[in-house]
């Protein structure tokens, strides 16, 4: 089983920037590909990257590129996901997901990954 944790969300203005951090715990399986997701109201849910443990890739979505950056601390099994130059847009519910399915890419399809945090909810104000 694997347990997700986010934390960081909260309501901040537009330009500002936000850290979210997920921490992992899994028991007797091993967490392949951890990624972030986002649910805006009304809009499916959105990919916006992740990391991979084994090979160390991270991956960004286009979307957010050059705005989210993705890091991981391997001694505390953590990813973050630093956004900057917050829009009102970005306004969602954020997600951490993990699989334990040997993909050698980071994936992009919410379907692929097994473990879901509860999210957190962040809000930009223009």
């Known amino acids: 089983q694997v347990q997700l944790e986010e934390s960081g969300g909260g309501l901040v203005q537009a330009g500002e920037s936000l850290t979210l951090s997920c921490t992992a715990s899994?028991?007797?399986?091993?967490?392949?590909?951890m990624g972030w997701f986002r649910r805006a109201p009304g809009k499916e849910r959105e990919f916006l990257g992740g990391?991979?443990?084994?090979?160390?890739?991270?991956s960004v979505a286009d979307s957010v590129k050059g705005r989210f950056a993705i890091s991981r601390d391997v001694g505390k099994n953590t990813m973050t996901l630093q956004m900057n130059s917050l829009k009102p847009e970005d306004t969602a519910v954020y997600y951490c997901a993990a699989t334990t399915r040997p993909f050698n890419v980071v994936i992009t399809t919410p379907g692929q990954y097994r473990y879901w945090g509860q999210g957190t909810q962040v809000t930009v104000s223009s």
């Open positions: 899994a028991r007797t399986v091993s967490i392949h590909i």
């Open positions: 990391h991979g443990f084994s090979g160390g890739s991270t």
